[in-house]
């Protein structure tokens, strides 16, 4: 947070007073959970905050210190009674003692000892150092890399921030590697002259091979129709990544996928039916959640503690389920206990299981055909997730009206029709059982808060998401959950959250273009 860029309406001069300042913190911290630096940069230094008003920034440092800032940077040029003050709290946050050089006095070249100077004061009481300069000349960032490497041969164990300012100081801060400070799109201006977004500093870096290229893929039969690839793909392009994803049709683990999940450049894959199950012993480790499952979607390489590539598979479909119910409103049950629903027996359904026990659900509702296929299914669950089974109509209306299940997720095809002893079911379920004493606009609003979310991509509308629309129910397409599962597997490869509505509007982009 660079306080001093904040303008607060209520103050004679635009800088934040204690209230507006702890407010805006209070916005920060609720849409985010990575850690936060606390900046005020003053004029001297680059910035907007006064140099000579030491009593107001104590008060913003005070504000920010209470509000549990991770890192707080306290310039080398800031007051005396400021640096105590913030020092006097060091333990409750990182300082970063910086010092900035906007005019570009200083030579990292001619000026090499004053520069040392300053890195020395500021790691007499600095957890981390930052000093920035300004490159008037490209051979400034050469200059500026010999003198961070000087430091690091000093003091390898001390992290350093240390780039230059302007067009031709960008190099360096794609060289910087260290808690770079980046613009974003979305902000109205650049925080300072020459900054650089991260997607920028990836692609740069991948020009130069610092980030070498990785061929990803999706495994399974049929994939070719497959939105994962697009959704990749466009991931890869915001992010500034040099990689590349495609698809590998075959319906078999065979030598040849696993040639492909062994080579060097193998950054990636999902992995699709028939070989969830299959692809496993091609692997070293599988996640927790994947056993459980008893399938996987995705494959991760690691560099083991060896050096040797570790190959481990993990299931994102279940994590997909869960961003998708809780986009459409289903947050899942904590103190008061609410029951969710399964619809369908297959591999899918484990899956789907798994994703509302882990949002709290209780009981869970397994809806299908034959019981005997549902006991198996269940068999490899434990007690706690307190699964019924239901294969009648009779079942279904014997529910109590305080455990009918708020949250559904459907498993079965949506191309075919619904077995009408399922269907007898379901309607039983999704009406309440309460035709008899309610008209349907009461039933509507009675679930207008229960969800479903259909699995099955095709058709638009399946007869599973009509029949619930018909009771009010509101209903969530398959494409939601490719979503956010494809976001999942995209961190876990890459380690970089993406922005949802792009990842959306990949998946739906040849949907929204067939409207």
């Known amino acids: ?73 306290l310039e080398l040029t800031a007051p005396q009674e400021v640096k105590d003050f913030v020092l006097s709290h060091r333990k409750m946050c990182a300082v970063i003692a910086s010092h900035h050089d906007p005019k570009g006095e200083l030579s990292w070249d001619e000026d090499e000892e004053e520069w040392g100077r300053l890195f020395e004061e500021a790691r007499s009481y600095g957890d981390i150092v930052k000093l920035v300069g300004v490159a008037k000349k490209s051979e400034d960032n050469d200059y500026l890399k010999a003198f961070k490497k000087s430091r690091r041969e000093m003091y390898p164990d001390l992290p350093v921030i240390a780039m230059n300012m302007g067009d031709l100081g960008k190099m360096s801060r794609v060289t910087n590697g260290f808690m770079t400070p980046v613009s974003h799109p979305a902000l109205p201006s650049k925080a300072a002259p020459g900054q650089v977004s991260a997607a920028e500093i990836r692609h740069v870096l991948g020009i130069v091979g610092e980030i070498p290229a990785k061929n990803f893929c999706i495994f399974g039969k049929p994939v070719t129709h497959s939105r994962s690839p697009a959704l990749q793909n ?59 499952i008893g399938a996987l979607n995705t494959i991760v390489p690691f560099e083991g503690p060896d050096g040797k590539t570790v190959l481990r598979g993990y299931n994102t479909d279940w994590q997909g389920m869960v961003l998708a119910l809780r986009n459409a409103g289903a947050h899942g049950s904590t103190s008061q206990q609410e029951a969710g629903m399964v619809v369908g027996g297959g591999g899918t359904a484990r899956a789907a299981l798994y994703a509302l026990k882990e949002m709290g659900y209780s009981p869970i509702y397994l809806v299908g055909r034959n019981k005997e296929k549902l006991a198996t299914l269940t068999s490899a669950f434990s007690e706690d997730y307190n699964i019924h ?63 479903l979310l259909e699995m099955a991509y095709k058709p638009a509308v399946t007869s599973l998401m009509q029949l619930a629309q018909n009771s009010g129910w509101r209903t969530v397409p398959g494409l939601e959950a490719l979503v956010g599962q494809g976001i999942h597997q995209f961190r876990l490869w890459t380690d970089i959250v993406p922005l949802y509505e792009v990842s959306r509007d990949a998946v739906m982009g040849k949907e929204k273009e067939a409207q």
């Open 1 to 73: 947070m660079r306080a001093d860029l904040l303008v607060d309406p209520k103050s004679h001069d635009g800088i934040p007073g204690e209230d507006f300042l702890a407010e805006q913190i209070a916005l920060l911290r609720a849409s985010t959970t990575l850690p936060l630096i606390f900046t005020l940069r003053t004029k001297s230094q680059g910035g907007k905050f006064p140099d000579d008003d030491p009593e107001r920034a104590r008060e913003l440092y005070r504000v920010a210190l209470r509000m549990g800032f991770d890192f707080v940077d």
């Open 234 to 292: 466009t991931l890869f392009k915001e992010t500034g990544l040099p990689h590349h994803y495609g698809f590998h049709e075959t319906e078999q683990a065979d030598e040849e996928v696993k040639k492909m999940i062994r080579a060097p450049d193998f950054g990636g894959a999902s992995v699709t039916i028939p070989l969830k199950l299959d692809i496993m012993p091609l692997l070293d480790e599988i996640d927790g959640p994947a056993k459980m």
């Open 389 to 451: 089974l239901l294969s009648t109509e009779e079942e279904a209306s014997a529910i109590p009206s305080d455990k009918q299940p708020v949250v559904a997720i459907g498993t079965i095809p949506g191309d075919s029709p619904i077995d009408p002893g399922m269907r007898e079911i379901l309607i039983s379920i999704f009406s309440v059982g309460t035709t008899s004493t309610a008209n349907v606009a009461g039933i509507a609003a009675t679930n207008s808060n229960k969800v």
